[in-house]
């Protein structure tokens, strides 16, 4: 009888725990939010997207992607749903994004993969884009 109450407890135990996972507040709206464990399988998911893509990748960056960590930003819509970004800069030249909308390790995610050529305005002998961009003090 012991044995069958010790089972039970375990048992509540676990279901109680599965049940508590990671939360984020947004605009006074709680969700839950991707685990440790799925964070990393979104990045290997990243990452071979990526690499069987149909952006022509050069061995180089590909071994970049791969070994490299990316520059992610997570913005959350609802539990475990909404928009993450991952971004590496290849070199001074080349920068690959991923990005990946909807309900996380779902097939109702959108993923959109992106090669970007970061000089292509000054190989036409144009000016770059950021030149372009000025601060400006802002008067009252």
């Not at 969700?31 to 893509?53: C, D, I, P």
């Not at 071994?63 to 070199?91: A, V």
Request: hydrophobic content about 35%; proline content about 1%.
């Amino acid at each position: 009888m012991n044995r069958f109450f010790v089972c039970c407890m375990i048992a509540v135990f676990t279901v109680l725990l599965s049940g508590c996972g990671e939360h984020i507040i947004v605009n006074g709206v709680s969700y839950r939010v991707l685990s440790k464990e799925e964070e990393k399988e979104m990045l290997s998911f990243a990452r071979l997207t990526l690499l069987n893509s149909e952006q022509k990748l050069t061995q180089s960056q590909k071994n970049f992607i791969l070994n490299t960590m990316p520059d992610t930003r997570i913005s959350y819509t609802g539990d475990k749903r909404g928009r993450i970004s991952y971004e590496w800069i290849c070199n001074d030249e080349i920068m690959v994004r991923l990005n990946c909308e909807g309900e996380f390790l779902s097939r109702n995610m959108r993923v959109n993969a992106r090669k970007i050529n970061l000089n292509e305005d000054l190989k036409k002998g144009q000016k770059s884009a950021l030149e372009k961009l000025t601060l400006k003090e802002i008067k009252h």
